[in-house]
């Protein structure tokens, strides 16, 4: 599946007007770029996503990290997933929760965590892609190695952090199970310089109905 990835009200009615966009990802800075309060946010962004929407939690301690995962599934309803950062609080709290909210174990930078938040009942592990490149040489080896690890379980790789159309389709040959994108690579990922230039072909020399 390919998810928005924004907070932003006008990028969600946008993209979910393009009909192939199946929910929407968020993390506490694309909320901060909100005019709305995190609260307002996901509710619109709720009523306007086909699927899931992914909320980030932003609590340090495992107790209050459950407790406002609780308050986000009450806010958003079935459409949530949480994100829950890659750490041993973090797998402790997707453990906790996963049996009853559908957990996204983020920021993972190795196959070891893609291993434990399988273990911890993650519906999803995410690779932040273009990130990993910058810190440890390789985004796209990342994913495989978690492709390999994660392969014939129940959790499935969603790609992040891709800069580019070329990145994204690079991240799914390399493992990955859904991608999220801003609306800009959304559009970009739509577009090829030669197709534009046989659609023009076509209408120039072409007949239809």
Known sequence: MIYLDSAIISDAKIAIKY???????????????????????????????????????????????????KKAYQLIGEKTVLKIPATTIGFHVTATLSPHIP???????????????????????????????RLLGDGLA???????????????????????????????????????VPLDILTAMTTHELSEKTVIEFNEKGQGI
């Open 103 to 133: 957990c996204a174990v983020t920021a993972i930078y190795s196959s070891a965590q893609a291993a434990i938040a399988k273990e911890a009942g993650a519906k999803y592990a995410i690779a932040y892609v273009n990130r990993a490149t």
């Open 19 to 69: 009909g192939w966009v199946k929910g929407i990802t968020t993390n506490p800075t694309l909320l901060a770029k909100s005019d709305l309060s995190p609260e307002e946010s996901l509710q619109k962004l709720a009523n306007l996503s086909p699927g899931e929407l992914y909320y980030q939690l932003t609590a340090t301690k495992a107790e209050t990290m459950i407790a406002e995962g």
């Open 142 to 180: 990342l994913v495989k190695e978690m492709a390999k690890v994660l392969e014939g379980s129940d959790t499935e790789i969603l790609a992040a952090s891709l800069k580019s159309p070329q990145e994204a389709a690079e991240a799914l040959q390399a493992g990955a199970h859904h991608l999220t």
